[in-house]
């Protein structure tokens, strides 16, 4: 008879890709809360079973071996798959009352995401979301991963493996000091910002390669020396007179009530845009649910925010 060989749990696997993650076993441990002593056991017995190294440990922290590298991306995956099959079962089982996991940029969740989730809830009361801010790459790799079920971020964004739903547009404000020259002006002349020291975020911030493009375009001189961590700090450093600026439609709609000590434009002829979708893993089981909320994002912003930006109609 042949010899039948023990299987690796899918307990296992998870430790496998949590130590991964983390490339430490202290961390590991704290983040599965597991004794870090078991999770050593686990990973020595999901070794011999597989009868190769996953792990070496050194000085600088946890490494992955060659072999554990290679094999990463398919524990990955199991992990992934076996989520969405318990998610697929509790949404038949119980109906909708998952846990969602959003992500948002940091530029635009905090200004958009108070004007929708209360409406969320109130029509999806069994609904709940834990939502987490991060750079539109990371929410990107996150939705690959797992690491998030549903994601806003800027478009376009061509994944085989992800679903888009474009939301809305929003504009880009151009700001400046309000004792600079363009202050007092609705509109401004693009031609104008030739020269013009423009500041803006940390080069991880989609925003700032954005900015980036539009300095290239105008022949404005973007300031690498002085970049923000935020939008307000972004706005601050305006008002000190450290250059002049692009600030998210929303952004300035949200929280800039008191202009006195700064000007808010537009460019002439040239509306300077950022596209935002939901966006989802083709193959998630939650794809239906995801497509309702984005329609009903779309019916709040237009209900509430066409002032500041423009809904994408839903094409069917």
Known sequence: MPVQTQAPTLRQIEYFVTIASHASYRRAAED????????????????????????????????????????????????????????NAETIAQGLQTTYK????????????????????????????YVREGPPQSLLRGLGDGTYDIAIVPLPVERADLAVEPLFTEPLKFVVPADHPLAGNTTIDPALLRGEKVLTLEGHHHFHHQVQEICRDLGAHLQRDYEGTSLDTLRQMVVMGLGVTFLPGLYVHSEMHDREALHVSELQGKPVRRLHGLVWRASAPGRRLYRELAAHIRALVRARLTDVVEVIEEHR
């Open 32 to 87: 599965l809360g597991v004794s870090q002593p078991a999770l050593t056991t686990q990973i020595r017995s999901l070794e011999s079973l597989l009868g190769l190294p996953l792990f070496e440990r050194s000085r600088s922290g946890t490494l992955l071996t060659p072999e554990g590298r290679e094999l990463l991306p398919q524990a990955q995956k199991m992990l992934l798959l076996m989520r969405e099959f318990r998610e």
């Open 102 to 129: 959003l992500g948002v940029p940091p530029t635009l969740g905090p200004y958009l995401l108070p004007k929708v989730l209360p409406a969320l809830h109130a029509r999806h009361h069994r609904l709940k979301l």
